[in-house]
């Protein structure tokens, strides 16, 4: 029989020895109430003495029984531990009701009530009656008096989460079960030297409470949710507790629902060894969730469960006792040595290579980083490393709703067409965004730095030389997800809700391993202007957050533009790369044209010298190539250079652009 079984066994022992004891104290009150005789009352009062000795001797166990404990644990006097029996053995004896009805002399009364409590027990407390004390304070009795009836005749009920405590059952209330989750336990070890100091700073910041008190709530700061909770369940298994976290929108309506469910959690830390972590991450910055927050706060501090809070950034209005904690990600270099280790069946350079480059594109936690690798299966046919990396990828992109639109990449470099100068740019581009991990980590550049470790990049010249054709070239390549952002939902007529939603983009994509693709970007990246009235200077303050958010922004992000002189110059100079796309001469046009039709486009000979001839630009040479192809799958006939012409006449009318006829004669 293991320990706990033992237990529950001596603790039903315990405890029905304890109704039984309570049994024959009702039948001598009842016939002390029906004056029965002095022999009847002493062979009573003898049996009584015998039913007590048992139950005590019951008692002796260890751990103590669940009664005497709950006693302890929420500081019950004696008087009080025994209305709770009282209540406890009116749910597990049917006889109780009706010695409780005799023992009263009525027999409407066939419940407990505090007037048969306080007749029945030695050394009865009138205050135990008291809101303020623990029977009614912690709930774990229910007073129901009915109309007119006096509140020491009204029926009290047991809690039935305090019925399972008394029985030896020992779980969550269930109520609690509506707020709040369990959080997996993190292994000793698990974390990554630099969370591992957070949890040391914690342990000894609690360490200097003084003796008696509640450690202070241990306000956990940044912007990962995923680090803090793991530092947090880090401190929860050191102290053998096991860690429920709420959200701070699962939290009920009205001030007193909440003193309600702060109130259970309270009573269910003295049952249970727990912790708690609010996640006060989304909501915080709301005036009612910040006063809902400081309300819950102040009063679970005083319990018996440690209490930590996620912030992203520090709340100044919190009542309690509180310390701050900055709480990260694992560094680059802790990244790179927990994927070399989680990749350790592939050969070292491979593994290395790879341990680089996921390292500097996805910002992952040791325990996101071990899923990631345990999740993917090995497939014959694809190295795995890449494998990996596609996973990583899905895993880590973000949600963003309307603000942005997810671009499925599909150009390469093979039927790309740029100057050569631009394309070289580019590619230096992606091997710096290869290559981070080795410039900023190995080789000593990122201890050097606290901004600017992203990649930026502008994009400008006219539209439709190949800016957002060349965003999807790097993306590919990179095997990376794009998002475009949608200016129309991130832009707003009121004043802070831009900034807002950008705020939540740069947050989502943070660490995501996304490309973040900003077109028409003087839109949002313009001049700063001399300060006129109210709209200047909240116009400036845009662009001051974005220069700001930009310099700090940890990935990729890319801007295109058709007018360069637009952006404003402390923008301009905080860019990584400023990338030239300017009209394709005649030799990219001409390969522009060989390179417009698929392979499996029908087609006749195409004198590609004089189509190049056409001043069209990459967009345009695609829009005829396409139009010219539903000419000829219209008349099922083959491509050929009269419909092409045709299609570029219909072109050059659409762009309102000089021609000659001349030009488009077959």
């Known amino acids: ?16 020895a304890s109704i039984e004891w309570l049994k024959l104290r009702l039948q001598k009150l009842a016939a002390e109430t029906a004056q029965r005789d002095g022999a009847d009352l002493r062979a009573m009062e003898a049996q009584v003495l015998a039913a007590a000795a048992a139950r005590e001797q019951a008692a002796a166990t260890a751990p103590p029984p669940s009664l005497d404990l709950l006693a302890v644990q929420l500081r019950l006097t004696r008087f009080e531990a025994e209305v709770v029996l009282l209540c406890a053995a009116m749910e597990l004896d049917t006889r109780v009701a009706g010695l409780c009805a005799q023992a009263m002399g009525n027999r409407e009364l066939a419940y407990p009530t505090f007037a048969l409590a306080l007749s ?35 029926p009290l009920r047991l809690d039935e989460r305090v019925l399972n405590y008394v029985k030896g059952l020992n779980a969550l209330d269930p109520r609690l079960a509506l707020h709040v989750r369990p959080v997996a336990p993190v292994a000793e070890g698990a974390l990554p030297p630099s969370q591992a100091a957070s949890v040391a700073a914690v342990r000894e910041r609690w360490s200097l409470a003084p003796k008696g008190e509640p450690p202070p709530a241990a306000i956990l700061l940044g912007p990962d949710i995923e680090a803090k909770l793991l530092v947090a369940a880090m401190l929860a298994g050191q102290l053998d507790r096991q860690l429920f976290r709420i959200g701070v929108d699962s939290f009920p309506a009205g001030i007193e629902a909440i003193d309600d469910l702060a109130r259970l959690w309270q009573r269910e830390s003295a049952l249970l060894p727990l912790a708690l972590y609010v996640d006060a991450q989304t909501d915080s910055s709301g005036v009612d969730a910040g006063l809902a927050l400081d309300r819950f706060a102040t ?17 100044g209005r919190l009542s309690c006792n509180a310390a701050s904690f900055d709480i990260a990600r694992p560094t680059r270099a802790e990244q ?7 990749l350790g069946d592939i050969p070292e350079g491979e593994r290395r290579q790879a341990a680089s480059q996921l390292a500097s594109q996805f910002s992952m936690n040791v325990s996101e980083i071990s899923a990631s690798a345990g999740a993917t299966p090995r497939d014959p046919t694809e190295s795995y490393a890449n494998r990996v990396w596609d996973h990583c990828r ?29 394309a070289r740019l580019l590619r230096e581009l992606t091997a710096q965004v290869r290559c981070r991990n080795t410039v900023y980590g190995e ?28 965003a999807e070239v790097i993306a590919n390549d990179l095997r990376l997800t794009l998002y475009r952002i949608d200016l129309s939902q991130v832009v707003s007529k009121y004043i802070g809700e831009t900034e807002k939603n950008l705020q939540r983009v740069f ?26 009235d109210s709209h200047d200077r909240y116009a400036n303050i845009e662009v001051n957050y974005l220069l700001q958010r930009m310099e700090n922004y940890g990935g990729v992000a890319i801007l295109a533009t058709n007018m360069r002189s637009a952006l404003d110059q402390a923008f301009v100079r905080r860019l990584r790369f400023i990338i030239p796309f300017s009209f394709p001469g005649p030799a990219e046009r001409r390969e522009l044209w060989q390179r417009a039709f698929p392979e499996a486009v029908p087609r006749e000979d195409l004198d590609f010298d004089r189509l190049s001839r056409l001043n069209l630009n990459g967009a345009g040479i695609h829009s005829v190539a396409v139009n010219a192809a539903f000419l000829a799958a219209r008349d099922q006939a083959r491509v050929s250079m009269p419909l092409i012409l045709l299609a570029a006449r219909t072109e050059f009318r659409k762009m309102e652009r000089p021609m000659s006829e001349t030009e488009f004669r077959a």
Not at 2 to 14: H, L, P, V
């Open 120 to 154: 029945l027990f030695e050394a009865p407390a009138w205050e135990s009656i008291s809101p303020q004390r623990p029977l009614r304070h912690w709930r774990l009795i229910e007073v129901h008096p009915g109309p007119a009836q006096p509140l020491t005749l009204a």
């Open 336 to 342: 790179f040595a927990h994927w070399t280790s989680v």
């Open 299 to 315: 009063r679970v501090a005083h319990s018996n469960s440690p209490l930590l809070i996620g912030l992203r950034e520090p709340l």
């Open 1 to 16: 029989m293991t320990a706990i079984a033992q237990w529950q066994k001596e603790n039903g022992a315990y405890l029905s």
């Open 443 to 470: 080789w000593g550049f990122g201890d050097r730095m606290n901004r600017g470790m992203g990649i930026s990049a502008l994009f400008a010249g006219e539209s439709g030389t190949g800016k957002t054709m060349a």
């Open 394 to 422: 899905d895993r880590s992109r973000p949600r963003l709703d309307t603000l942005a639109q997810r671009i499925d990449p599909k150009a390469e470099w093979s039927g790309f067409v740029v100057a050569d100068e631009t």
């Open 507 to 532: 947050d989502l994509m943070e660490g995501s391993g996304a490309i973040l693709f900003f077109d028409e970007a003087d839109a949002l990246f313009g001049k700063r202007s001399e300060v006129r």
